[in-house]
């Protein structure tokens, strides 16, 4: 499986970003999808997760901001980033989690990352 992401860019405090995951090389629908961001010095933190069956959890830190969605016909997952921080900043990863996966640690497969910057 191959995951790419892309959208990541730098905005000031108060704007917002959309990012996007594209899977290939087999169906991704009965895996979990989910965003993972790394801020420098920090642990991988699980920021989003949509399961195939729709349902969504998010970390406190950016529940009410952050919006995730999927397209499985499509193969593709969405992170909406509204009311962004400086403490936002972080190199975000696309993940694939096991189908009822809540943590990092449920992670199957791994894309590579995209910046987000959030100016102050």
């Known amino acids: 499986v191959q995951l790419q992401a892309s959208g990541g860019g730098m905005v000031q405090a108060g704007g917002s970003l959309r990012l996007s995951c594209a899977a290939s090389g087999r169906t991704v629908s009965s895996y979990a999808m989910g965003w993972v961001r790394q801020a420098p010095g920090k642990d991988r933190e699980l920021v989003a997760v949509?399961?195939?069956?729709?349902?969504?959890d998010y970390a406190e830190l950016v529940k009410g901001r952050f919006t995730i969605s999927r397209d499985n016909a499509q193969n593709k997952a969405y992170l909406q980033m509204n009311s962004l921080k400086p403490e936002d900043t972080a190199v975000y990863y696309c993940?694939?989690?096991?189908?009822?996966?809540?943590?990092?640690?449920?992670?199957?497969?791994w894309g590579q990352g995209t910046q987000v910057t959030v100016s102050s």
């Open positions: 993940a694939l989690l096991l189908p009822l996966g809540t943590r990092t640690a449920d992670v199957a497969f």
């Open positions: 949509i399961r195939r069956s729709g349902s969504r």
